[in-house]
């Protein structure tokens, strides 16, 4: 603790440590706060502490498809739809064609990870502003997903099962009537959290009016995800540079409308999270309608991977946003960079501008509702 | 207490040695650190929560170290972040305990080879009792990681001299 007086106004500011170690920087994040009274008047984000070399590794790796398990370990909430942005990237620069089945059950992976990812961070977020009967509720749902993963790549958290224009292995006879019950009994869940949690007046009291993250802000801190889409921006990377097969599925994009207090505040971020996973299981239900149920999900896989010499920027929507791959090749069996465009890390640089002159206790809501993943910001 | 209710007339002693009582105890209120660092942190949360239920054992979290008896150090343990780790197992008051979750706390793990940032083994800043592996371990692993920690503290004799003890 630093007391210090500030050369504009005079006053005594007082410079405290949020983190590394508290329960609500999901993770190892450190911010320095400088406070004015109970009003924070700066914040700094101190990050790399959990920086595990990811782009040394993919360079260092003899293989394209050794860096897979890397790219897992970025998000870890969110694995699937890492490596699915990374296979997709080496599929364009390869050319290859991907197998119909694979596209599909790729799809109900990456969407059913989206929700397991957003029950996460939705639990946590409610965690955070003491509510925590909702985290418990939302991690048995969380389970029913896990075990689905379980069944069909053999890990409960991070998987390695996208292979490039291909899957590890394919899934178990039983894996659509598993995702069908899953859709069916999850749906209610939903209404049951709106209950529980969402329209909560202690909730929205701690949410609304919070945190406010204008539309030409979000612009400028080029916001993507949940967090864009809170402000009011109808942008998603399935709808508007379609990937995969995302184009053949028929779903809305939410977004905040500020239905209880500003638009762009906490709980419209936290709302479009909740309504994206309704999303998810409409996208869920159309591709295991269109799922052909025979086909070689590793017949595609090529033999050695040597993309000709080049680079290409790829990006998918992950449950945070925008995850570019930018890989460039030389030719060689491994990548000669590969740097990965981390939402969290683009949202963590939004924190100063929306969090200054709020109270000190509203800091915990807004490091929640924008739900970063420290791996990914330090990568 | 179940089968014991109602069965005695007056209020009953048991003799038991101190050290074993004091031993009972502890084990079965092992209150951990909440400090989670990367991917196992998601597990141990997924351990806490409703599944896997760490409260049956008495395990329950603390925000602050000064209140926790045992430090689960879960994820990859980064030079920056091993001086705060040692300060952190400084300020629990003791006996302390630390369980090492994961590949990453136990070795460097995948990070090992390249990782220029990463300490190999978080053995390297604070004592560690148990190891867990996996990458991550599933909650199940974990759960077995503290009921070798309970063995552990069974066997234990803080309250004799060292040169005492055989």
Redesign the interface.
């Known amino acids: 603790m630093i007391e210090v007086i500030s050369k504009e106004t005079g006053n005594k500011e007082m410079v405290i440590n949020m983190g ?4 609500s920087t999901h ?2 994040l450190r911010l320095e706060l400088v406070l004015d009274g109970e009003i924070i008047t700066k914040v700094r984000p101190n990050i ?6 990811f782009e ?2 993919a360079e ?1 790796m003899d293989d394209y498809a050794k860096v897979i ?2 790219t897992d ?1 970025m998000d ?2 969110s694995a699937i739809n890492q490596e699915h942005g990374y296979v997709i990237a080496l599929e364009r620069m390869l050319e290859l064609e991907v197998p119909e089945r694979v596209e599909y059950i790729r799809v109900i992976m990456a969407e059913l990870q989206r929700i397991a990812s957003h029950l ?1 961070g939705i639990g ?1 977020f409610g965690l955070d502003l003491g509510a925590f009967s909702p ?3 939302l ?2 749902e ?2 029913k997903i ?1 075990d689905i993963f379980e069944r069909v790549t053999g890990a ?3 998987y390695n099962y996208f292979a490039v224009a291909g899957l590890m292995r394919d899934v178990h006879p039983k894996f659509k009537a598993d995702t069908a019950e899953f859709v069916r009994t999850f749906r209610p869940k939903i209404k049951e959290l709106n209950d529980l949690l969402s329209y909560n007046k202690i909730f929205i009291q701690r949410t609304a009016n919070i945190g406010v993250l204008p539309e030409k802000v979000a612009f400028n801190y080029a916001a993507s995800g949940p967090v864009l889409r809170g402000s009011g921006v109808k942008w998603d990377l399935r709808k508007n540079d379609p990937y995969s097969i995302y184009d053949r599925f028929e779903f809305d994009i939410p977004v905040g409308t500020g239905e209880v207090g500003t638009l762009g505040d906490c709980w419209d971020r936290y709302i479009v999270r909740v309504k994206e996973m309704e999303q998810s299981l409409r996208i869920i239900e159309q591709a295991l309608d269109g799922m052909p149920d025979e086909g070689d999900v590793m017949e595609a896989i090529p033999k050695r991977i040597r993309p000709k010499e080049g680079e290409i920027y790829v990006r998918t929507e992950t449950p945070r946003g925008e995850l570019g791959y930018y890989i460039v090749s030389d030719k060689s069996a491994s990548p000669f960079r590969v740097k990965a465009r981390a939402p969290s890390f683009v949202h963590l640089s939004v924190l100063p501008a929306i969090s200054k002159g709020s109270l000190i206790a509203d800091m915990v809501a807004i490091v929640g509702s924008i739900d970063i993943v ?2 990914e910001v330090d990568r | 207490m179940g089968m014991l209710d109602k069965k005695y007339h007056d209020s009953n002693i048991i003799i038991v040695g101190l050290e074993s009582a004091l031993n009972w105890a502890r084990k079965n209120s092992l209150w951990y ?7 196992c ?3 141990m ?2 351990t806490a ?3 896997y239920d760490f409260d049956r054992f008495g395990i329950i ?1 603390r ?1 602050s ?1 000064r209140q926790a008896d045992v430090m689960i150090v879960a ?2 343990v ?1 030079m ?2 091993a001086s ?1 780790i040692l300060r ?1 197992y400084e300020q629990m008051s003791e006996p302390r305990y630390v369980i090492s979750m994961g590949s990453c706390s136990n070795c460097g793990g ?2 090992w ?6 300490l190999k083994g978080v053995d390297k800043v604070v004592p560690v009792d148990v190891y867990v592996p996996g ?2 371990p ?1 909650p199940e692993a974990l759960l077995e990681g503290f009921l070798k920690l309970q063995e552990k503290i069974t066997g234990e004799t803080i309250l004799q001299k060292k040169e005492s003890v055989k």
């Open positions: 590394p170690q508290h329960p993770g190892v790399g502490y959990l920086h595990r070399c040394k590794y260092q398990p890397y370990r870890y909430v996460l946590a985290f418990l509720y991690f048995t969380r389970e896990l409960r958290l991070l420290l791996g | 650190e909440q400090f989670g660092l990367a991917c942190a998601i597990e949360m997924a929560a409703s599944r979290p925000s170290p994820g990859t980064t920056k972040m705060r952190l995948p990070y080879e390249h990782g220029y940032h990463v990458c991550p599933r």
